[in-house]
């Protein structure tokens, strides 16, 4: 069966700082890694995928996670946090057996930048 | 153009009343999903359809129905509303299944989101 463990439900960091949100998964099979962001009042949008290409992946608004199978983890990243960075983001994993798609989510991480 | 579309946005009802919320995506995507997200933002889902065809059906109350007059459209029928389906539902939708053979996966698109009340 498939996890998602996400450190900190509550992030806080300074505008322009780093920002790491951690991401530890548990899974039978090799995994697909996503990190969906959710702002106020509004659905899910994905920030970027790890589905066993390169194991460092880019996406929007300036995030970059890496795919890290000895250590389970999949931490999401970004250089210099913008206030439009606050959000709850969510890791989810899949195990994309073929007629069984699903994503299971960690409890999400609530990051809110210092001005 | 909105991508997946909710409807109603915002739902309050009493117990033992019987709502619906509809799900509809313009994507061309064959595969729809329902996820629960309840107060404590936990996301889980409840059913995907591919092609009008139920493929997950989690372990959920047979309260809660899907249906699927079409592949552009899912949606959620629940019976005798109880306290404790008060929660968001975010419906979502993707190209297709998962092939593992070619390393593929879809990337889930997600509506809006329905808050459901219930009282």
């Known amino acids: 069966a498939q996890s998602v463990t996400q450190l900190g439900s509550h992030v806080s960091v300074s505008e322009g700082a780093l920002v790491l949100l951690r991401c530890n998964y548990s899974?039978?099979?090799?995994?697909?890694l996503f990190w969906y962001v959710q702002y106020p009042n509004q659905g899910l949008q994905l920030l970027l995928k790890y589905t066993s290409a390169a194991t460092l992946v880019k996406g929007i608004n300036g995030f970059e996670a890496e795919f890290k199978k000895s250590e389970t983890s999949f931490h999401l990243t970004k250089p210099s946090a913008h206030m439009s960075d606050a959000a709850e983001y969510f890791c989810?994993?899949?195990?994309?057996?073929?007629?069984?798609?699903?994503?299971?989510f960690g409890t999400g991480t609530r990051l809110t930048i210092i001005p | 153009d909105t991508a997946v579309s909710q409807t109603p946005k915002y739902l309050v009802t009493q117990m033992g009343n019987d709502k619906s919320i509809k799900c509809e995506q313009n994507?061309?995507?064959?595969?729809m999903y329902w996820y629960k997200q309840d107060s404590k933002k936990f996301l889980k889902i409840m059913f995907s359809y591919n092609n009008k065809e139920l493929i997950i059906n989690e372990t959920v109350p047979n309260r809660f129905s899907p249906k699927s007059p079409d592949k552009a459209h899912l949606n959620l029928h629940i019976n005798s509303l109880e306290l404790g389906d008060s929660a968001v539902y975010f419906c979502?939708?993707?190209?297709?299944?998962?092939?593992?053979?070619?390393?593929?996966?879809?990337?889930?698109?997600f509506g809006p989101g329905t808050r459901l009340t219930v009282l």
């Open positions: 994507l061309g995507h064959d595969t």
């Open positions: 899974s039978s099979v090799p995994p697909y």
């Open positions: 979502a939708s993707s190209q297709d299944l998962p092939r593992k053979d070619l390393g593929s996966t879809d990337t889930q698109y």
């Open positions: 989810a994993v899949s195990e994309g057996r073929f007629g069984n798609e699903k994503l299971t």
